[in-house]
């Protein structure tokens, strides 16, 4: 493999090279041993180790530096992937020398040398802090979920996009309410939505939207009537509503519908 590097100005502008990319470089060969060939100094920097410590903590091996709990499910996407074409991406944890998993964002691509013996070169980069970010997002979103379930009125966020307004999410109760899932309520138009309201009332639903998402106001309310699906009775409710501007520059309008028939 590396008869083309010998020569030791060859060898050192290779690892130069390497030095300035922003990961760790590894090569490897193909077939079941996945025999590491190369891993760099910026490899071992990220995870802790000193050239003889990673040697004999990794036995020389690729998939031992994937963590053992990621190692079944990377080895087979990339193989599957390199079955395809020759190069593959995938993320799975390594695991640093004091303990701490190290996220990484494995790019690869396979090579033949000049025998015809394939070896995979692989970039691995640090993405710890957006997989932390990622998970923290997620958590949130799924305690915003049950926050949203637990309350005992009909709860919709409605996000307007170049298609008009439309529902982002909704909590159990409205589901409950209007007979349908939270994904099927996200297929309907404004229109659809209209459609569910008394006629006599649906220009006053109408203009709180407006005001809301037109005008900037930052909340309001509004009494009517709603039949959530055909065929029920028309009920009165009233809908507190609280536009939110996202980081995005995208505006929410959490919105809460309380049952107030007599």
Not at 5 to 16: G, I, R, V, Y
Not at 34 to 41: D, F, I, M, P, Q
Not at 97 to 116: H, N, Y
Not at 142 to 147: F, H, N, P, T
Request: aromatic share 10%.
């Amino acid at each position: 493999l590396w008869n083309s590097l010998q020569p030791s100005d060859t060898w050192e502008a290779f690892n130069a090279l390497v030095s300035r990319i922003a990961g760790g470089v590894v090569v490897y060969a193909d077939g079941p041993d996945g025999r590491l060939a190369y891993a760099s100094e910026n490899l071992l920097a990220m995870l802790g180790y000193t050239r003889a410590e990673f040697d004999q903590r990794y036995e020389g091996r690729f998939e031992n530096l994937i963590f053992p709990e990621d190692r079944a499910a990377t080895l087979r996407s990339i193989e599957k992937q390199l079955a395809e074409r020759d190069v593959d991406t995938c993320t799975y944890r390594m695991e640093r020398k004091d303990g701490t998993p190290l996220w990484v964002q494995d790019e690869g691509r396979t090579v033949k040398d000049s025998r015809g013996s394939k070896w995979h070169y692989v970039v691995v980069t640090d993405v710890s802090s957006s997989v932390r970010a990622k998970n923290t997002l997620q958590n949130r979103s799924a305690e915003l979920r049950r926050m949203l379930d637990s309350v005992p009125v009909g709860v919709v966020i409605f996000r307007q996009d170049a298609g008009g307004i439309r529902v982002a999410a909704a909590n159990r109760c409205i589901e409950r309410m209007a007979h349908r899932t939270a994904t099927a309520l996200a297929t309907m138009t404004q229109s659809d939505l209209l459609e569910m309201v008394h006629p006599d009332d649906c220009v006053e639903s109408a203009q709180m939207f407006q005001r809301l998402f037109a005008f900037g106001q930052p909340e309001a309310d509004w009494v009517g009537r709603i039949r959530f699906y055909p065929g029920s009775a028309w009920r009165w409710y009233r809908c507190d509503a609280v536009a939110s501007l996202q980081q995005d520059g995208t505006l929410l309008l959490y919105t809460a519908y309380t049952d107030v028939t007599y």
